[in-house]
């Protein structure tokens, strides 16, 4: 090697010495900065026709970054504030339904419920027992709309995080938008962009607990961003802009706004549908699925109650027509939302039941099958908006025309159900499920809870604007009458002549019906399904809601427990891999500066050389 190659070697040597240094002490003084990834100098060396090194570029700064640990790193985010958000409202979702050693919640105020029934039995003309029935199913009502009224301002807080997700991402896409402008700029002009990466990874940290987003980079380490489906949030340096409304008043059963991107472009697309993670989605699903099902099970428990005391049954009358048997049946009494039971045996021998649901308005027609939670029945819905018995028997004629069964009129306004001897098909039994419209004279059955959502009004589950069930738990409340009068807990006949004021008979049958009287229960609550709906007593029910609110908890909390270790392991591996050693830099700045004295030490050698040849000359 000749004197100018070995020159040019310690020239460049101090060059990149003094270029390592500089970047080293800036590790160094970063070590403890928030998001700053290492840094190091990439050289590229040039050699002449000989073999010698005739230059070197040691311009370029690389950042050290896993990038596969990156990736898994920000979609483990998404996982873990979806999980989050969802266990921390789930939590607060079970302190409003009670556990089942709380003395207060719904479990404990049904149990006294119970309980009050079943003292005054022992007791009905005890006016205290009485008075203290009434005081328990007031506490049992409030409660109901108390824990209603809380769910709806959940879901109402949830709409309004929702608002301010929406802004928070808006404002991240477009500081991504300002960085990666900057970073296309310097890149083009050879400028280093590695700081300006590290503060872009941190957006993109940020942006991805939002939404499970993929992310890629295009021409001069732009990004280009997208949902989990695949559709635009930001490209070709443009970011897209979220959109959403608030809902000031969510109602019963119906969900809020969605957020809604709009594309440079002008496309339009949902992005809640689109995404499968995040605190975005976790926040939507929480306020239009987990708390609407919350509200569902409180309105299906205050609706089971208020049917279970104001509903009785209408027995038929057996009747034999020639060689066929079968039953007639008082329609008179049915109203929107009661219902009437046909049991029977088809011509194959398999046992069949039919249930005739009541409507007013006849636009609600034909009814699914799914209109009643019994899984092994088929409905009709039938149209009693006349009033008139003689057109409800029209309807069901014509309902249960395919069924093989006789059915007419018996020529007294009520329905006849005949078996066929010819069929053959069998009538097992005809009975109707109907609301008591009066305090006495209907029978044991007595409205202890009321409708009081415009004027109090009976409870019937009617099908018509929605649903009656739809927001019930939120206006469900003790008859008016009961409370001017406790007697009617008790008196529920006065012609041909009144019963007697220790009569037992209402007050067993409503404590049966809390307690022994058992029912299929609405799906649409997520208490069982629709091929296996939950079944059993009010009590039942009511336990298993408050069991279920509780093991939702659990399971939430569980679940984002095990994400946020996950998250934090690869937040540790993640860190790890972009860190600053300190210790390390500081023995590399060591040797950097032995390096830097050595190719000192070679100049100055080759300048004592050339000094010696040019005193020679």
């Known amino acids: 090697m000749g004197l100018t190659s070995a020159m040019n070697t310690a020239v460049f040597g101090i060059t990149y010495n003094q270029r390592q240094l500089d970047v080293t002490a800036t590790n160094i003084a970063n070590a403890d900065t928030v998001g700053y990834s290492k840094k190091t100098i990439s050289a590229n060396v040039f050699f002449d026709g000989s073999g010698n090194v005739a230059g070197m570029n040691a311009a370029e700064v690389r950042r050290i970054v896993d990038e596969q640990i990156q990736t898994d790193y920000f ?35 049904a149990g006294e419920l119970a309980s009050s029934l079943s003292i005054l039995v022992n007791d009905p003309g005890n006016y205290a027992a009485q008075s ?50 900057a970073i296309r700029d310097a890149a083009q002009s050879g400028i280093s962009t590695v700081d300006m990466e590290d503060e872009r990874d941190r957006l993109v940290e940020q942006l991805s607990g939002y939404l499970d987003v993929d992310i890629s980079k295009g021409a001069n380490e732009t990004l280009f961003i997208q949902t989990a489906d695949g559709q635009q949030l930001y490209a070709d340096n443009k970011a897209s802009t979220l959109s959403f ?14 957020v809604y991107v709009t594309t440079p472009g002008g496309t339009t697309f949902d992005l809640i549908s689109g995404s499968r993670s995040g605190v975005i989605v976790a926040t939507a699903e929480l306020r239009d699925d987990i708390l609407l099902e919350a509200q569902a099970q409180l309105d299906t428990i205050a609706a089971e109650v208020s049917l279970a005391f104001s509903n009785v049954t209408v027995e038929s009358t057996a009747v034999t027509v020639g060689l066929d048997d079968g039953f007639d049946l008082d329609v008179s009494a049915l109203q929107s939302g009661n219902t009437i ?44 908006s006349s009033g008139t018995p003689a057109t409800y028997i029209a309807d069901i004629i014509t309902a249960l025309g395919a069924t093989g069964l006789q059915v007419s009129n018996n020529g007294s306004d009520e329905l006849r ?15 109707a499920d109907v609301t008591v419209t009066a305090n006495s004279d209907q029978g044991l059955g007595l409205a202890i809870f009321v409708d009081s959502r415009d004027a109090p009004e009976l409870f019937t589950d ?14 469900i409340s003790v008859n008016p009458d009961l409370l001017a009068d406790s007697a009617l ?98 023995a590399f700045m060591v040797q950097l500066e032995n390096a830097y004295a050595a190719n000192a030490r070679v100049m100055q050698t080759i300048n004592e050389l050339f000094d010696e040849l040019l005193n020679i000359v």
Request: net charge negative; hydrophobic share 35%.
């Open 245 to 258: 409304s608030q809902t000031h008043s969510l109602q019963p059963g119906e969900s809020g706004n969605s």
């Open 489 to 586: 807990l008790v008196n529920y006949q006065t012609t041909p002549s009144a019963n007697t004021a220790n009569d037992p008979a209402r007050v067993k049958y409503l404590s049966e019906a809390m307690t022994t009287a058992t029912t299929y229960y609405d799906p649409g609550s997520g208490i069982g399904t629709s091929s296996s709906p939950f079944q059993g007593t009010v009590l039942d029910f009511v336990n298993q809601t408050v069991a279920f609110q509780g093991n939702q908890a659990e399971d939430a909390a569980t679940y984002a427990d095990s994400k946020e270790a996950l998250t934090m392991n690869l937040a540790i591996r993640y860190e790890e891999s972009y860190a600053v050693d300190l210790d390390a830099e500081l």
């Open 341 to 384: 039971t046909v049991e029977y045996t088809d011509t194959s021998g398999a046992a069949q039941t039919v249930t005739l649901v009541g409507v007013d308005d006849p636009a609600l027609l034909p009814l699914d099958n799914s209109a009643t939670p019994n899984p092994d029945d088929t409905v009709f819905g039938i149209d009693i």
């Open 417 to 431: 159900v005949l078996g066929d001897t010819g069929g053959p098909t069998t009538v097992e039994s005809l009975t």
């Open 75 to 109: 979609n483990s985010l998404a996982d873990t504030n979806y999980s989050r958000q969802i266990s921390n409202f789930t939590d607060r979702l079970d302190d409003i339904f009670g556990t089942l050693d709380d003395k207060s919640n719904l479990t404990s105020l």
């Open 462 to 475: 009617a099908l018509e604007d929605g649903g009656q069930r739809i927001g019930y738990a939120n206006a």
């Open 132 to 181: 203290d029935v009434i005081a328990v199913a007031d506490a049992f009502a409030r409660e109901l709309n108390a824990s209603y009224q809380q769910i709806t301002d959940l879901r109402q807080e949830a709409d309004h995080a929702l608002a301010s997700q929406t802004d928070s991402v808006n404002g991240l896409l477009g500081s991504i938008e300002d960085i990666d402008a």
